[in-house]
């Protein structure tokens, strides 16, 4: 499953919002499982990074982002935690939604998992870039990018004018 049809391939940037990680008290085993798994779909993962949980400052990453990469994929702040706010940072970068996705994400990872009907990660776009909110745990981000990963390649295509179906 690649994500392009020819030899080009789709730039990705993995966020992990995470207080713990970006202060050096926790690793970070989200983010390089997300990156790697998106590599071996054929994606070309750009930017890795560990941010705080402030949302003006993932909305501002998440909008810079979107003039250089196909595909956003956050990891972590996506619970009921008083500081988790990726969901309220990715609609604020938002300029349309797709429920879809997350709903997805929910409905097959409760069925291994219920807990993750507490996820409220969301999927949003934003010109031609499409954000993704993963859980924060290793396993939790791992299951649930992979339940879209077959979706990635059509979106992102539709996402670019491709709509020739």
């Not at 940037?13 to 990680?21: K, N, R």
């Not at 993962?45 to 705080?52: D, Q």
């Not at 219920?114 to 499409?130: C, D, E, I, K, Q």
């Not at 993704?132 to 649930?144: H, T, Y």
Request: charged letters at 20%; proline letters at 7%.
């Amino acid at each position: 499953m690649k994500p392009t049809s020819g030899a080009e391939r789709l730039r990705a940037a993995v966020l992990t919002i995470s207080d713990g990680c970006a202060a050096g008290r926790r690793e970070d085993r989200s983010g390089p499982l997300v990156a790697a798994a998106l590599a071996e779909a054929g994606f070309q993962v750009t930017v890795r990074e560990v941010l705080p949980d402030e949302q003006s400052a993932i909305t501002a990453r998440l909008k810079e982002l979107a003039q250089e990469v196909a595909l956003v994929v956050t990891t972590g702040g996506t619970g009921f935690g008083p500081r988790d706010v990726t969901p309220e940072a990715t609609l604020a970068a938002s300029e349309r939604l797709a429920p879809g996705l997350a709903e997805l994400m929910r409905q097959q990872g409760a069925q291994a998992a219920p807990f993750a009907w507490l996820s409220r990660g969301v999927a949003g776009l934003r010109g031609a870039t499409l954000y993704l909110n993963l859980p924060g745990s290793p396993r939790g981000a791992d299951e649930s990018l992979r339940l879209v990963l077959p979706l990635l390649p059509h979106a992102l295509a539709l996402l670019r004018g491709q709509t020739e179906h």
